[in-house]
């Protein structure tokens, strides 16, 4: 499979999306509600069926997992350091501060699935399920001085983190599901995917473009090229092959998640800076993304 036939489609459903927000005449009040079905049934699904029907082991996984929390803890302090560079106002640090780490969920599982399948779902999901906590505590706590979110309740109720830690509690329980539930599992997880990526075209926001541009760029530059050389770098030092090297320099090489815009709205941080990150950082990953997977031999 060429680079183009697994990135051009997914890039194709998020400007689908961005067309039917502008487009279809859907009333805004849709969209939020997409998400919210999207996020509490679709992806969790998705993630639950793939890990229940895959045999994991835990030990071949940890080196890719150990490299992946490394690097994410690298993004954190790149993302530390912007304050000092650039002086932005605190609630536009606040919000920007995540740019530098937080990955779209949904690209990611879209392109492992093309690339290897269950295995590169099954991969990703548990890389997920160690990442989207560590993600979520430093993005909250960051942005907790402008809110009165019960951010613990919010970590642990996360439906990513329960549907990942439900399918491999089942997968190495042994068990089976029954066939009527696999097979609606498996329609709701079929659904996911283009649905998540047209949720992804929708949320783009050109608002903010033209504000705070030393922050805005140095957190898209961070997310799509530092992050990736640095998760590279220890990939290798891992001593990583195959599908778990793939999907740990993929993980990195990410555009920066709509819930980063989506969290600091709802915590009181600046919205428009972030909406430009994702936005930029969505768009410029059509090239960079083909970039990282041409260097990976695909």
């Known amino acids: 499979m060429t680079v183009a036939q697994t990135i051009v489609p997914i890039f194709l459903l998020i400007l689908l ?12 009040e849709f969209w939020p509600q997409l998400d919210r079905l999207i996020y509490y049934v679709f992806f969790p699904a998705l993630l ?43 609630k536009v640090y606040a919000a920007t501060f995540q740019a530098t780490f937080r990955f779209n969920s949904y690209v990611g599982l879209s392109i ?8 590169g779902l099954a991969a990703i999901g548990l890389l997920m399920g160690f990442m989207v906590p560590i993600a979520n505590v430093a993005s909250v706590l960051m942005l907790a001085r ?8 919010e970590i642990l109720l ?26 609606t599992l498996g329609l709701l997880s079929q659904a996911s995917l283009p649905m998540g990526l047209i949720a992804v075209g929708s949320a783009l926001r050109l608002k903010g473009l ?7 760029w140095y957190g898209v530059l961070v997310k799509l090229l530092l992050l990736p050389s640095i998760a590279w770098g220890l990939a290798m030092l891992f ?18 998640s709509t819930m980063a815009y989506v969290l600091a709205t709802r915590m009181g941080g600046d919205g428009d800076t972030i909406a430009a990150q994702v936005v930029l950082s969505t768009l ?13 031999g695909f």
């Open 17 to 28: 999306g961005a067309a039917m927000r502008r487009w279809f005449g859907l009333r805004d």
């Open 48 to 90: 639950f069926h793939t890990l229940s029907h895959f045999t994991i082991d835990l030990g071949a996984a940890a080196p890719m997992m150990g490299a992946a929390i490394l690097y994410m803890g690298a993004g954190i302090l790149l993302g530390l350091l912007a304050k000092p560079l650039f002086h932005a106002p605190p």
């Open 112 to 119: 492992a699935g093309s690339l290897h399948g269950p295995t």
């Open 146 to 153: 402008h809110s009165e979110t019960h951010w613990l309740r």
């Open 158 to 183: 996360n439906p990513l983190i329960m549907a990942t830690a439900g399918g491999i509690a089942f997968s190495l329980s042994g068990l089976h599901l029954p066939v009527m539930l696999n097979t």
């Open 210 to 216: 033209h504000q705070q541009r030393g922050t805005l």
């Open 239 to 256: 001593g990583l092959e195959g599908v778990y090297f793939n999907i740990a320099v993929l993980m990195a090489a990410l555009p920066v």
């Open 284 to 296: 410029l990953a059509a090239v960079t993304l083909p970039l990282w997977l041409f260097l990976m």
